[in-house]
């Protein structure tokens, strides 16, 4: 029997290949995620490893840092030949305009120093720095160039002299801020408290890795660090990455649950195309068991068949796997900011991707496997056993699916209102379960029903609308295997639009206008100048100057009040429900309602407190409040008694509105970055100091982009392989109805109408399982945000009807192209040899 089943990839060998396909592809996502994981790892250690490349021991304090004394203690033990203690600063200088906020590092020993010099010379005095190339090149800094170099505090400043220019680092900890290296004197001046968050310690090669740890670790316990932890430079790399990763590969397990996804389509694709196969086989099954065969024999070759598909395309996938992580390794060690970027191959992607592919594919073939032990020996007609509501098979489907269905609806709905994301996910997991094992029993249906719109076509769209329906069964499985992918991404599209929707209106409630700029403390009140200025900038609609005109005070909390024109607020405030009303006050979250008073120029003066849901607003009355009740602009910033008319002249801080096309929909983070530093150019402050919705915003559909992004392409390849199921069970199907068609050829059906037959049977079931799919991938989308993001905003529902129409147009034209090659083959066999075939 094992030579029979051999034989059938000999004589039968492109029956097999959509299964190879959806085999492949599902292994190849299982061990590209788990090389992903690892050369993640990899690539952190790589990156992170950077700082101590030169050093053979690392010591961490158990709390603080390290003192002087610690260091000495640590350099003059025997064995260590040299010892550079880590000393980490932050401060400010001014460039091109720009307050840039930098951190500063100490110059290292020679033998330790890690940094790489892209022209010029390390600091070799008291007033010398060198920064690394971006902060150089986007500032416009040269070696020799002179650079006033601020604490943070603002307490010291020290004039120094750009000696080099240093290459990016690809310490994660280092690049997110311009790096700066001076000498050890110069970072302790700017350092807001002294002491060394590390110390690295080159050690005499003669020295054992062992008797040195123990023999510095007693040097700093004498020095009053006892605790000290001391790791070699790849035990520090490791103890960082499990730091930053919380000690969990978050990202190996959310991929991971997508390569179930596509483990799970891809099973659902090698079940239904072995099931056809053996129905196809059913008078060559009969004939073997009228020449003697048994029933574990016939059994046996449909799962030796399975073995050798499901081996091979498994080692097919794990190749491919490997293939596709070394070009993207490839890509990226040739950018800038990723040279370091380095691959891993796990023992375990290997193993995985083979052991799970083959027992996929046998575990998927078992039941079609069972059904071939069912053929009688003298049987040459296929068994039919549907799973419809009158039969055994289909109450048992029917019972189960209801009850999931049951169970998992009030779950979810729960789940949903009641904000609870562990319920809604299991509720929603139970309901779709009963949804796929009810598909049997409505699927067809709706193929059928959707079929009345292909009798326009004539005679081919009648047939194809019978077709399509004519086993159940296999309709309904090569369905469900697309309906999972649809669902999922119409989930992801749905519940990303209606999250950014969330977020957008939270944003508005939160953060009153696009953007702001205040004074600050002791500053400069900002003039009509810089506010006229601001004005001028692109992608600004309005700015406003708003004064000060007295300060309140509530349990301790103290603050000027602003004053806003009611006509201002309206075109400025993005939350439309907030209205400036006379004799009002609106004081930010956390202060008490009631009365509020306000001492301005005229005295105290009593207010109503309106208590606004944000702590981003500052107390804020209307402008005709300011004049009823005698506030005089400028009572706080400008001095008490101002008169009224600096109101127009000068203020604390600027509210700015963007233009719709740069503030409103989905704006890219570069345009609204490049708005925010003219704003902060304009004003004369630092880029930090200009805060607002449209910035936050950035950030949020960056990440949501960025996920969806990501997860549809994800859940695209489960799509992919459901779409090569549709393919393969229509080929499967043309060649099982070969004479069928070769009648209808007979009888005048040309070939373009075969064709067209053979498109539309497709286009059914795709369209069914697309619209099936984006349905409840719309609901489960809905529900799912209002579960996780309840209870941070309101949720409105959002249908992404683009993207969804995107989906199903994807998902139509994937079933049409399916079609093409079975159909091209059914049409290319001439009416004679078909009616012959056996």
Not at 210 to 222: D, F, I, P
Not at 705 to 727: E, F, K, S
Request: aromatic share 4%; net charge neutral.
């Amino acid at each position: 029997m094992l030579r029979v089943a051999l034989s059938q990839f000999h004589s039968h060998g492109r029956r097999f290949v959509a299964v190879g396909l959806a085999v492949m592809l599902s292994v190849a996502f299982l061990s590209t995620t788990l090389m992903v994981g690892a050369s993640t790892q990899a690539t952190l250690g790589a990156s992170l490893g950077e700082a101590y490349s030169k050093a053979d021991l690392v010591a961490t304090p158990e709390e603080g840092t390290f003192d002087e004394t610690a260091l000495r203690a640590a350099g003059n033990t025997a064995g260590v030949a040299e010892a550079y203690g880590q000393l980490l600063a932050y401060g400010e200088f001014t460039a091109r305009g720009e307050q840039v906020f930098a951190q500063v590092r100490n110059l290292a020993p020679a033998a330790l120093e890690t940094a790489v010099l892209a022209s010029g010379t390390l600091p070799g005095s008291a007033d010398g720095l060198a920064l690394d190339a971006a902060t150089a090149a986007r500032y416009g800094l040269a070696a020799g160039d002179p650079l006033t170099v601020r604490a943070a505090d603002g307490a010291t400043a020290m004039s120094m002299t750009i000696t080099g220019i240093l290459r990016a680092s690809n310490d994660p900890f280092s690049s997110a801020l311009p790096q700066l290296v001076a000498g050890t004197p110069a970072v302790s001046a700017l350092a807001a408290a002294p002491g060394y968050a590390s110390i690295q310690l080159a050690l005499d090669p003669r020295t054992g890795t062992e008797e040195a740890k123990a023999s510095v670790s007693a040097g700093l316990a004498a020095a009053g660090a006892a605790g000290a932890q001391l790791k070699t430079a790849d035990e520090q790399v490791t103890a960082q990455v499990a730091q930053m990763t919380g000690g969990k590969d978050e990202l190996t397990v959310v991929l991971l649950a997508f390569a179930g996804v596509a483990l799970l389509v891809s099973g659902l694709v090698v079940s239904n195309t072995f099931a056809v196969l053996v129905a196809q086989r059913t008078r060559e099954l009969a004939l073997l068991r009228c020449l003697g065969a048994g029933r574990s024999q016939v059994r046996n070759s449909v799962l030796a068949e399975a073995l050798v598909v499901g081996l091979v395309s498994s080692a097919a996938g794990v190749l491919a796997a490997t293939g596709l992580m070394a070009a993207l390794i490839g890509w990226a060690g040739t950018q800038p900011d990723m040279a370091f970027a380095t691959m891993a191959v796990p023992p375990s992607s290997i193993v995985a991707g083979l052991v799970v592919g083959t027992l996929l594919t046998l575990v998927a073939a078992l039941v079609p496997a069972r059904a071939a032990t069912a053929v009688a020996p003298l049987a040459a007609l296929r068994p039919a056993d549907d799973a419809g509501i009158g039969n055994h098979r289909g109450r048992v489907r029917l019972v189960l699916g209801l009850t999931a269905l049951a169970l998992g609806v009030p779950l979810l709905a729960y789940g949903a209102a009641g904000v609870v994301l562990v319920v809604a996910f299991a509720g929603g997991v139970l309901s779709f379960i009963g949804v796929l094992l009810c598909a049997t029993l409505f699927v067809p249906r709706l193929v059928a029903l959707l079929g009345r719109l292909a009798a326009p076509a004539g005679v081919p769209g009648r047939l194809a609308a019978l077709n399509a329906v004519r086993n159940p069964a296999r309709t309904s499985v090569t369905a469900a295997a697309l309906l999972i992918g649809v669902t999922l991404v119409a989930l992801m599209m749905t519940g990303a639009a209606t999250a950014r929707q969330a977020f957008d209106d939270a944003l508005a409630e939160t953060y009153p206008v696009d953007m702001a700029v205040s004074a600050g403390s002791g500053g400069q009140p900002l003039s009509t100048a810089q506010r006229d200025a601001v004005s001028r900038v692109d992608g600004v609609a309005v700015a406003a100057l708003l004064p000060v005109v007295g300060r309140t005070g509530s349990d301790g909390m103290e603050s000027p009040v602003y004053a806003l024109d009611t006509a201002e607020a309206g075109n400025l405030l993005r939350d439309g429900s907030l209205t400036l009303e006379p004799g009002k006050i609106y004081l930010p979250e956390g202060w008490r309602a009631g009365t509020a008073q306000v001492d301005g120029a005229a005295g105290p003066v009593a207010l109503d407190a309106v208590v606004l849901r944000t702590r981003n607003m500052p107390p804020l009355v209307s402008s005709d409040t300011a004049r009823q009740f005698g506030l005089a602009a400028g009572a706080a910033a400008t001095g008490a008694g101002a008169p009224e008319a600096n109101a127009a002249a000068s203020g604390a801080a600027v509210w700015i509105r963007l233009s719709e096309g740069a503030g409103g929909g989905q704006p890219s983070g570069n345009r609204i970055r490049e708005i925010q530093s003219s704003v902060a150019h304009a004003l004369g402050v630092g880029g930090s100091a200009v805060s607002g919705a449209a910035i936050e915003r950035v950030t949020f559909n960056e990440v949501i982009d960025v996920l969806l992004l990501v997860v549809t392409g994800l859940l695209g390849v489960a799509v992919l392989i459901a779409l090569i199921g549709v393919a393969n069970t229509l080929s499967l199907s043309v060649l099982e109805r070969t004479r069928e068609n070769s009648l209808l050829r007979a009888l005048g059906l040309t070939r373009g109408q075969l064709r067209g037959m053979l498109a539309l049977e497709a286009v059914l079931v795709a369209a069914v399982a697309a619209l099936l799919g984006s349905a409840l991938g719309t609901v489960y989308g809905w529900l799912g945000a209002r579960s996780a993001l309840g209870s941070l905003a309101t949720v409105t529902p959002v249908v992404p009807w683009l993207q969804l129409a995107g989906v199903l147009a994807v998902a139509l034209a994937a079933g049409l192209l399916a079609s093409v090659l079975p159909a091209r083959r059914a049409s290319r066999l001439s009416p004679v040899q078909g009616l012959a075939t056996t």
